[in-house]
């Protein structure tokens, strides 16, 4: 026997879906558990610090988001909505997914008048397209969307095309540590959307240290788990790199407390140390790990890499949500329950969810 979907699933009132984020980055609510005592306390995420052992050491994921959405217009008029989701094997060539794709795909190609064509190549196993774009500047497909492109929002966070929210969308869907030589994701790591460059400082002079890795987050990460039993959905796979300084502090424990931000660090950390031992070929000469991971966690999953996690809010029937009741005790499944108690907890105390919503700390 499995473990059932239907146990991860919960009804959310959509008042709740935060449309946009808080005035202050650092302004959200945050709810912090302690998985030894059971006790939950209501604060902000100004304040986390209160709450974090000393010389506790961050794990964060700098990948930036892509203004990965594209519009342009097939041969006949007709209208193409095209979202890059990763980089095929050329710079020119990308993944991506096409809206309306059969029509697209039939056309052969689209484009913007005095900006670029593409040339639909192929069809790939996910319902993705295979698009070869010809940018008419001389820049990359990476430089062209950044000029052209809008965020990916997450399809429940509501945006009309002229929308004025979007211009702050370009700076509050990332966080404010995005390296953006690592621009080639198409979600945020949204738990990391709460610091703030002066709490960051605050935690650094309290003996706090942040390590930097990088997921490129993928279209993935939305998809719910359809299949009647957890196990048997088919995980999406990310690429990742944590460098040899991060790794180093990964392994060792006694350091100080290894707090996640956010679950794709979770997922980068734990795909890592499981990986290293049985595929020593993901180190490079100087040390990084450099992987896609595979890894799928949910309970009754044990973890060796993290100590304590920061996360957002998460979907109904989400592997996100696998994940985070994982945590909550690990190697048994009664996070499970639990994990919907504290977010019926949450419900009646009107805490915002989902990517623009508020944070959970799991010590």
């Known amino acids: 026997m499995g473990v059932k979907i239907d146990r991860f699933d919960y009804n959310l009132p959509k008042e709740l879906i935060a449309q946009e984020p808080a005035a202050q980055r650092d302004a959200s609510r945050l709810m912090v558990i302690d998985r030894a005592t059971r006790e939950v306390t209501h604060s902000t995420f100004a304040a986390i610090g209160d709450f974090l052992p000393a010389k506790s050491r961050f794990f964060r994921n700098n990948a930036a988001v892509l203004k990965a959405r594209l519009y342009g217009q097939r041969p006949t008029g007709g209208k193409v909505e095209c979202l890059l989701l990763q980089p095929a094997e050329d710079a020119l060539s990308w993944w991506c997914l096409l809206k309306p794709g059969k029509k697209t795909l039939q056309a052969g190609q689209f484009g913007l008048d005095g900006e670029y064509t593409a040339e639909v190549l192929e069809v790939g196993a996910n319902g ?35 929308d004025p929210r979007r211009d702050s969308d370009n700076e509050r869907y990332q966080t404010v540590y995005a390296d953006y030589a690592k621009q080639l994701a198409v979600a945020a790591p949204t738990a990391g959307l709460h610091f703030t460059p002066e709490l960051i400082a605050q935690l650094e002079s309290s003996g706090a240290s942040f390590y930097d890795l990088t997921l490129q987050v993928g279209i993935g990460t939305f998809h719910p788990v359809q299949t009647e039993h957890v196990e048997d959905h088919n995980i999406h796979h990310e690429w990742y790199e944590i460098p040899a300084s991060a790794l180093a502090e990964l392994q060792s424990p006694d350091a100080g407390p290894r707090i996640a931000v956010g679950t794709t660090s979770v997922r980068s950390i734990e795909d890592a140390l499981r990986r290293i031992p049985r595929e020593p070929g993901c180190l490079t000469p100087g040390g990084d790990v450099q992987a896609e991971a595979d890894i799928y966690i949910y309970p009754p999953s044990e973890f060796s890499g993290i100590d304590h996690m920061i996360t957002n809010f998460h979907l109904p029937k989400s592997t996100l949500l696998c994940l985070v009741s994982a945590f909550l005790t690990p190697g048994s499944e009664e996070g499970i329950d639990w994990l919907k108690e504290l977010y019926a907890e949450a419900i009646a105390k009107q805490y915002r969810f989902y990517s623009y919503g508020d944070a959970m700390l799991i010590l």
């Open 128 to 162: 993705n397209y295979k698009v070869r774009f010809q940018p008419v500047r001389d820049e990359s497909v990476t430089a062209l969307s950044e000029r052209l492109g809008i965020m990916p929002l997450p399809p429940y966070i509501e945006r009309s095309k002229d």
